[in-house]
């Protein structure tokens, strides 16, 4: 089952394991603490939670869900960040791996975090982030969990700066480039007016044919279609249909080396989703469907362009999620957890779910 992160209170998600970000005494303030007590129903949760006793750093302890929409609570305690020096790092992946190794132990199917330590114990946001997307990885290539990462809202989501500044910078160059073409579009349109009109400004024109013969020297950023030398009749195009978006996608595992396993996992992919892509030589496959098997299969641009055709698709320079997808593959990084990182801060969507 796949990896999803969704903007919502925790106590509102239905898994059969909710983790809490606890106090190590017995007792709970405020935040995400504060929030599962209440929701749960705070005495009876409470007076479980004295049971325990004190949980160490890095630790856990389980009890009921009381009333929330869950079997069992998992509590955990962070640590507290200092300055990265005294085991933080260490102590908040193992906060993550004991919860999840816990639930795989009492047989749940589903489990929600929160971002551990991220709120008054001080935990640098894009930090934790990238600790729980790693556990998380390394976790679902052995085993079997939805695993759901909640964010109460934008200020609790965080990537690195110099991710921003990257992706930022993709996007406006392209986003720039777009609007250039629809504003080249239509000067074109308004020029072949003036043309043709016998009282023509000179001056409109010479501007109109200067913007025009700069955007025409400028490359191109998407891929040119190539125009066939000869014109084939329409039982020679029948003839020669190419194949089909399944038969590729099975030809490009074999030559990948990869078994059916390892693809749907690495695309974020549900076996069962994956299973009717493979059964069904028909299937018409959504678009997010098929970026994340290029990811998954590690495809170049030019390969994903093709796969995305066959299926009837191809990447929109206006779209988000497609200039950073693109971006990935351009990059080669090919991780979809890291990738969903970033189409969540960007767009609040995640591709494979």
């Given amino acids: ?5 969704v903007r919502k209170d925790i106590t509102h998600v239905k898994v059969d394991v909710i983790v809490n970000t606890a106090n190590p005494k017995p007792i709970y303030a405020s935040g995400t603490d504060l929030a599962i007590y209440q929701a749960a129903g705070a005495d009876e949760l409470l007076a479980e939670r004295k049971k325990v006793g004190c949980i160490e750093r890095g630790d856990i302890a ?6 929330l929409n ?3 609570i998992i509590h955990t ?4 960040w200092v300055d990265g020096k005294h085991e933080e790092f260490e102590i908040l992946e193992s906060c993550y791996e004991k919860s999840l190794q816990k639930a795989l132990e009492l047989g749940c199917d589903s489990i929600a975090f929160p971002l551990i330590s991220t709120g008054v114990y001080g935990f640098p946001k894009d930090k934790a982030l990238q600790i729980a997307v790693s556990v998380f990885s390394r976790f679902l290539l052995q085993n079997e969990m939805q695993i759901i990462l909640v964010v109460f809202d934008k200020k609790a989501f965080q990537l690195s ?3 921003v500044g990257e992706i930022d910078s993709y996007i406006d160059a392209n986003y720039i480039r777009q609007k250039r073409r629809t504003e080249y579009s239509r000067r074109l349109f308004r020029r072949s007016r003036i043309e043709s009109d016998i009282t023509c400004d000179s001056e409109v024109y010479e501007e109109c044919s200067r913007y025009t013969e700069a955007e025409e020297s400028k490359p191109e950023l998407l ?3 190539p125009m066939p030398e000869k014109a084939m009749s329409l039982e020679e195009e029948l003839e020669n249909v190419g194949m089909s978006f399944h038969d590729k996608l099975f030809e490009l595992i074999g030559k990948s080396g990869m078994d059916n396993k390892d693809v749907w996992k690495r695309a974020n992919l549900d076996r069962k989703h994956f299973s009717k892509i493979q059964c069904d030589e028909k299937y018409h496959p959504k678009k997010k469907t098929v970026m994340v098997l290029c990811i998954a299969l590690e495809l170049d641009l030019e390969q994903a362009k093709d796969l995305l055709a066959r299926a009837d ?3 929109s320079p206006s779209s988000k999620v497609d200039l950073i997808v693109q971006k990935a593959i351009i990059d080669k990084q090919y991780d979809i957890y890291q990738l969903n990182l970033v189409l969540f801060q960007y767009t609040n969507e995640i591709l494979g779910v």
């Fill in 161 to 163: 700066r110099q991710l």
């Fill in 70 to 72: 869950a079997k069992y």
């Fill in 77 to 80: 305690v962070g640590p507290v």
């Fill in 313 to 315: 698709w191809a990447f």
């Fill in 1 to 5: 089952m796949p990896f999803k992160i």
């Fill in 223 to 225: 891929m040119s279609v």
């Fill in 62 to 67: 389980v009890t009921g869900a009381y009333a």
